[in-house]
């Protein structure tokens, strides 16, 4: 899975920084990995001009891909994400494995979420709020994680995104805001119901109060 190629071409075409990026995969073997990647920026909803008439800007909907291949795994999207992180500079991963939200007594609120994590308006917002094809198959494992339940992560990145010079000191980047090397970072194994936080950025300054 080419995860940091695509993401990368994305933010050379949309001209735009990061908030962040998540992904999300039902709990089922050979299923695809679904990539979200959430931009900070605004755009004018119409090319209408009315004179003394302010057009009000919308925020820019999110971009979705899918990566899909034989024998896709868990541990296998967990390391192409790991990396991704990595080299856009990211301080951590996190990632999470959510039950079924179609079971009797699961919470509304989980079902929601699940929406959520899928790309689905669950809002009801009325304008367009995701960008990309493939809405068939966001819907089919949007169904099939309610039943199985699925895995989601989420980092914010520094490279290409809006967090140059805000949180923890990294030493680890780049001019840039990336990392050059692989990352040393290994996946760790499925833990149902956790919430597994990769920390990937380092300082070596001592800091005094």
Known sequence: MQIFDAVSAQISAMGLPLFAVSATRAEWPDTPLLLFLHWHGFRRATPLQL??????????????????GPGLSTAAADAALLDTAWRLGAWQ???????????????EGEA???????????????????????LDVRRAQMELAARRGYLQWLFQPVKGGVWAGIGPLDDSLGADGGRPSDCPVRPLPSAPGKRVVYKLGHHNQLILP
């Open 93 to 107: 991963l996190e990632r999470q494995q959510l039950r079924a939200c179609s079971t009797a007594g699961a919470p």
């Open 51 to 68: 004179e003394g008439v302010p057009m009000p800007a919308r925020a820019v909907p999110s971009s979705a891909l899918k990566f899909e």
């Open 112 to 134: 929601f979420a699940c929406r959520l994590a899928f790309g689905d308006n669950a809002a009801g917002y009325p304008d367009e709020h995701m960008l990309g094809e493939h």
